[in-house]
């Protein structure tokens, strides 16, 4: 008896050391709110990702630099700088990659629509004589959808 003695203290302060880690396991895990917001209101709130939606706050910047693309291509294509166009509207898939997940979603017929005038657009710059009016045109069409779905 006298050698089972320690054993069994031993895995008592075994067992009591794994009970003290797990609650300080769960503890640890449990976070509470901010001040001011409610524990249910946490809980209902989505977990932030990496693709904005067509209406959070980082959406409208990523759309206004999307119109800040063509607003830009658009004034070099009508200097005749087909080049600084290209160059420009190269940093359109910066700003549509952002957001084209939430658009895709909200409207699927403009999602195809960009998509389409995007890859028409660089098709019409990288073309050896560019068509001005059709590129123009093109950038056109896109602006109106961009800030078709812009919208809140």
Same mark, same amino acid.
């Given at each position: 008896?006298?050698?089972?003695?320690?054993?069994?203290?031993?895995?008592?302060?075994?067992?009591?050391?794994?009970?003290?880690?797990?609650? $300080?396991?769960?503890? &640890? %895990? %449990?976070?509470?709110?901010? !001040? $001011?917001?409610?524990? /249910?209101?946490?809980?209902? &709130?989505?977990?932030?990702?990496?693709?904005?939606?067509?209406?959070?706050?980082?959406? %409208? /910047?990523?759309?206004? $630099?999307?119109?800040?693309?063509?607003?830009? %291509?658009? !004034?070099?294509?009508?200097?005749?700088?087909?080049?600084? !166009?290209?160059?420009?509207?190269?940093?359109?898939?910066?700003?549509? &990659?952002?957001?084209?997940?939430?658009?895709?979603?909200? &409207?699927?017929?403009?999602?195809?629509?960009?998509?389409?005038?995007?890859?028409?657009?660089?098709?019409?710059?990288?073309?050896?004589?560019?068509?001005?009016?059709?590129?123009?045109?093109?950038?056109?069409?896109?602006?109106?959808?961009?800030?078709?779905?812009?919208?809140?």
């Amino acid at each position: 008896m006298n050698r089972f003695n320690p054993l069994l203290i031993v895995a008592l302060i075994s067992m009591m050391a794994l009970v003290g880690c797990n609650n $300080g396991e769960q503890s &640890s %895990t %449990t976070q509470t709110p901010p !001040a $001011g917001t409610s524990a /249910s209101q946490t809980a209902a &709130s989505p977990t932030p990702t990496s693709t904005p939606t067509a209406t959070t706050p980082a959406a %409208t /910047s990523e759309f206004q $630099g999307l119109q800040g693309v063509v607003t830009n %291509t658009k !004034a070099a294509v009508n200097g005749g700088n087909f080049s600084k !166009a290209k160059g420009e509207f190269e940093k359109f898939e910066d700003f549509w &990659s952002k957001v084209e997940d939430g658009v895709k979603v909200k &409207s699927p017929t403009t999602y195809k629509e960009i998509e389409d005038k995007a890859d028409e657009i660089k098709a019409g710059l990288k073309a050896s004589t560019p068509n001005k009016q059709q590129v123009l045109t093109a950038l056109e069409v896109l602006n109106k959808d961009i800030t078709s779905v812009a919208k809140p």
